[in-house]
């Protein structure tokens, strides 16, 4: 079974800094994807970032990107230029590729709190 | 992208009733997934729905308390039964996009509460 560790309940940033959001994760599996979602306020939950597992490459989107090291299985998120609308809950999450498809397991999420 | 629509949005249930949940998607999607997600928890898959067969329910779930059904490609429901307290959540529907990105998409989910 594969388990998904967030260490930071909470975490605030200043407008227009960088903030990074930790995650380890545990897996026997050598195929998987790893995500990280946003959840505001509002309940939506958004994609912010994917990282395929065979990749090498770090991911990024935009303000977001992740620093991706396999053999500590780790899987953190930076988001540079923090803006008030990054304010949610982020979670990080693993899915095994394959016959586990859809099955997304969740960490315990880490609160995000941008302030002016 | 999925626009998935999921009714009700809230709602205030007493203990012993029964709650079903609908979710509706704007495109014909092949796997449909529930999860739950506990006051102040993570979310947790419940279980998957194809059309035209039963539902694959994870460790801890059971049929007779979340019946699911999918009568088409486009429309799932989960039922909540005989509800207690311990049954308030927030119960999203999500829907796979289509391709092996492994990418989900949620709908905004229906925030139950249990009295």
């Known amino acids: 079974a594969q388990t998904v560790t967030q260490s930071q309940p909470e975490m605030s940033v200043q407008e227009a800094e960088t903030v990074t959001l930790s995650c380890t994760y545990d897996?026997?599996?050598?195929?998987?994807?790893l995500f990280w979602y946003k959840q505001p306020p509002s309940r939506q939950m958004i994609l912010v970032i994917r990282?395929?597992?065979?990749?090498?490459q770090n991911a990024t989107e935009n303000r977001f990107s992740v620093n991706f090291q396999k053999a500590a299985k780790s899987f953190s998120l930076k988001i540079s230029d923090s803006q008030l609308g990054d304010t949610a809950m982020y979670f990080c999450?693993?899915?095994?590729?394959?016959?586990?498809?859809?099955?997304?397991?969740f960490g315990q999420g880490t609160i995000l709190t941008v302030h002016p | 992208s999925a626009v998935i629509s999921q009714k009700p949005s809230r709602d205030i249930c007493q203990r012993g009733t029964s709650l079903t949940i609908q979710c509706q998607v704007d495109?014909?999607?092949?796997?449909m997934f529930w999860y739950r997600q506990q006051p102040g928890q993570s979310l947790t898959l419940i279980a998957t729905?194809?059309?035209?067969?039963?539902?694959?329910?994870e460790s801890g779930f059971v049929i007779d308390k979340f019946p699911i059904s999918r009568p088409n490609l486009t429309f799932s429901t989960l039922t909540v039964s005989n509800m207690s307290p311990e049954d308030s959540s927030i119960y999203l529907c999500?829907?796979?996009?289509?391709?092996?990105?492994?990418?989900?998409?949620f709908g905004e989910g229906s925030r139950l509460t249990v009295l």
């Open positions: 999500s829907v796979d996009k289509g391709v092996d990105t492994g990418e989900l998409f």
């Open positions: 897996t026997s599996e050598s195929n998987y994807y």
């Open positions: 990282q395929e597992a065979y990749k090498q």
């Open positions: 999450a693993f899915m095994k590729r394959g016959t586990s498809y859809g099955k997304l397991t």
């Open positions: 495109s014909q999607v092949t796997m």
């Open positions: 729905a194809n059309q035209g067969s039963e539902a694959t329910y």
